[in-house]
């Protein structure tokens, strides 16, 4: 498709993300199927899609500076957020870049304008970098000063500008090997492929895939594309063959894998969720993986029909994992819009809504099991604040052992898990 076309339809997605509350990535996924966009093209409109989100608050500064005074239609600013961001933050060459951004205006006046600031801004690209460096945090890094703050008060002034910089990268794409599929060789030349890479504090079935994702990998289930975070709070739960495990929130599937991989395909798994929609996508998921210990509920922990003949009895499982919702500041660089979407209050309001699921199911766990309690969170509302209160309301509990992932020491997505165990009385 021509790139006119293509910037078209990032406009496009764009005007539809800030008229609506849909998500920026179901917003892709639909306009890319509407005008059937080829992976290339798909891969171009979303570069500048997410690429103008994640630097949405620089863009407008650089704009501003250039155009010294408001009254920019709102339609024209998003003009020129596309092509800045591509003069400023991708290799397409700026003749291209400023020739083809004209191309979206809708009249000749507003087309000369168009080239105009953009021709301003490829002249003075050395005086906005300068500006770009004397800029706030929030500003710099296009992220709300709030969670700025609480960055630097909970991990100090270094660390907060680095995870800042790692929420504005594109994420990488990481793959789990999946040893259900009993295909050793197939594994191994997954291993050896030019395109894969192994990569330091991460299980050793996990690569980083550099490329498209070849898909007859995942067609077969020889992978699933999770960040190694994600086995965190499975590597403490520590699955044994045989045993009866309950996946609360268990859609899309990824952490089941990982259990089903350590249970080796026996004992039984439930892997629940709350949305209808996602227990097809999950079910999809575990039949390609290879899963076959897996049984499927549709349950809303946070008010559970007790007298469902399918809700599980009381001390029925070995093991729970509660991968809860949560705020995913742990993974604003995969989540795209999430930094948009958060407010200061939303880290307690997440809170009681996570209580709440860690009341309805800790019922079902046996005296002497595990209870492993896991969020793609950074926040200690969310986290270690969290399990406080747990062991405060719940005596019988003991925490055994937590573990946190951070994204600017670890190299891939901020995660956190706890495991507690139910005393026998």
Not at 74 to 94: K, V, W
């Amino acid at each position: 498709m021509a790139a006119p076309k293509l910037r078209n339809i990032a406009l496009k997605c764009l005007e539809r993300w800030e008229n609506e509350t849909v998500h920026a990535d179901r917003i892709l996924a639909d306009l890319s199927k509407k005008h059937q966009l080829e992976s290339r093209d798909h891969a171009f409109v979303q570069q500048i899609f997410y690429g103008i989100i994640r630097n949405l608050t620089l863009l407008d500064v650089c704009i501003d500076h250039l155009r010294q005074h408001k009254g920019l239609k709102h339609r024209l600013r998003l003009i020129l957020r596309i092509g800045l961001f591509q003069l400023r933050h991708t290799n397409i060459a700026p003749h291209a870049v400023i020739n083809e951004t004209v191309s979206l205006a809708d009249n000749r006046q507003t087309r000369s304008l168009v080239n105009a600031i953009l021709r301003n801004a490829q002249r003075k690209q050395a005086e906005l970098d300068e500006l770009v460096k004397e800029l706030p945090l929030d500003e710099a890094y296009s992220q709300p000063d709030f969670l700025i703050e609480r960055w630097i008060q909970h991990f100090g002034a270094e660390a907060a500008q680095q995870l800042c910089e790692w929420n504005n990268q594109a994420p990488c794409v990481y793959l789990h090997l999946n040893s259900l599929c009993e295909n050793e060789a197939a594994l191994q030349a997954i291993r050896d492929s030019e395109a894969t890479h192994s990569f330091d504090n991460a299980p050793s079935d996990f690569l980083r895939l550099s490329g498209p994702v070849p898909s007859d990998w995942i067609e077969q289930g020889l992978i699933y594309i999770q960040d190694p975070s994600t086995s965190l709070s499975c590597r403490l739960l520590d699955a044994q063959p045989g045993q009866t495990i309950l996946d609360a929130c268990a859609a899309p599937g990824g952490k089941t894998i990982l259990l089903a991989s350590a249970m080796q395909n026996t004992g039984k798994i439930i892997a629940a969720d709350c949305d209808e929609n996602r227990l097809v996508r999950l079910r999809e998921n575990l039949d390609r993986s290879h899963v076959q210990n897996a049984n499927l509920r549709q349950i809303d922990w946070s008010s559970p029909d007790q007298n469902d003949p399918d809700f599980p009895p009381p001390a029925s499982f070995d093991s729970i994992l509660i991968d809860a919702p949560c705020s995913n500041t742990g993974v604003i660089k995969r989540r795209i819009d999430v930094r948009w979407r958060l407010r200061e209050e939303d880290f307690l309001s997440m809170q009681g809504q996570q209580l709440e699921i860690v009341r309805n199911c800790l019922p079902l766990l046996k005296p002497g099991g595990h209870l492993v309690y896991s969020t793609c969170s950074l926040e200690p509302e969310e986290n270690q604040q969290l399990v406080d209160l747990l062991l405060k309301e719940f005596p019988a509990l003991q925490l055994e052992e937590s573990q946190q992932s951070q994204p600017w020491q670890d190299g891939f997505d901020g995660a956190y898990a706890a495991r507690l165990r139910l005393k026998k009385s």
